[in-house]
């Protein structure tokens, strides 16, 4: 079992569209990251979640920390072609960093 | 851009051979990790470090090992490489855990024939 779930795994959707995803797990956690991956690249940080129940907003794209801590979303607003990735969710378990699967989306022209 | 390099960046190598990945910073960063990729299974963490000689299991650790005997430099070594290993493997760093950003470098393409 892992410690992150993200769904959905895949999501291809038109441009102009919003989508959502989402990071669940049953472990409470001090804080969680969203990083975007493109390809032959490394992930790099979107944003950083600490308070449960917080919202940030990132120009169309509005992250949200489950009031428990337990999970959090990522809403993406008129998706561009641009927003094309591999989303991951990541959190600091103990010493360590831990990452979930990840949802690839695809936002055709 | 944070100084992270990763080396080599594309490897085949046969079974049973011995591999090592070096991961070089610049960033004096304490903590150090070495993850692979595959489709479905997002970052694995394979070990990773929080000091100069102190490293520790992650999820994967099996059939591989690691040292870290200068802040800056970071070893992944395969000891008998396996086609299950066959993966993309990446190095990050960051600073003191829990809401300070990861750095990643370019990822090595690692292919066990």
């Known amino acids: 079992t892992q410690l992150l779930e993200q769904s959905p795994q895949f999501l291809s959707i038109q441009e102009g569209e919003n989508l959502t995803v989402y990071c669940n797990s049953s472990?409470?956690?001090?804080?969680l990251q969203w990083y975007r991956q493109e390809p032959g690249e490394g992930p790099v940080l979107l944003v950083t979640?600490?308070?449960?129940?917080e919202v940030k907003k990132l120009k169309r794209l509005t992250f949200q920390f489950g009031d428990a801590r337990k999970d959090s979303s990522l809403h993406i607003t008129a998706a561009q072609p641009g927003d094309t990735g591999l989303y991951l969710c990541?959190?600091?378990?103990?010493?360590?960093?831990?990452f979930g699967a990840g949802t690839r989306l695809t936002v055709k022209p | 851009d944070a100084g992270i390099t990763q080396s080599p960046r594309h490897k085949v190598t046969e079974t049973g051979t011995p591999v090592t990945l070096r991961c070089h910073q610049t960033e004096n960063h304490r903590y150090m990790y070495w993850y692979r990729q595959d489709p479905g299974h997002g970052l694995r963490l394979i070990h990773y470090?929080?000091?100069?000689?102190?490293?520790d299991k992650g999820e994967v650790s099996d059939g591989y090992s690691v040292s870290r005997s200068k802040t800056e430099d970071f070893l992944l070594t395969l000891e008998s490489a396996t086609s299950s290993q066959t993966s993309v493997y990446f190095c990050?760093?960051?600073?003191?855990?829990?809401?300070?950003?990861?750095?990643f470098g370019q990822g090595t393409r690692l292919t066990v024939v």
């Open positions: 990541a959190v600091y378990n103990n010493n360590d960093m831990r």
């Open positions: 470090s929080y000091g100069v000689k102190d490293t």
């Open positions: 472990s409470v956690f001090s804080s």
């Open positions: 979640v600490v308070t449960g129940g």
């Open positions: 990050a760093i960051s600073g003191e855990g829990g809401f300070t950003e990861a750095f």
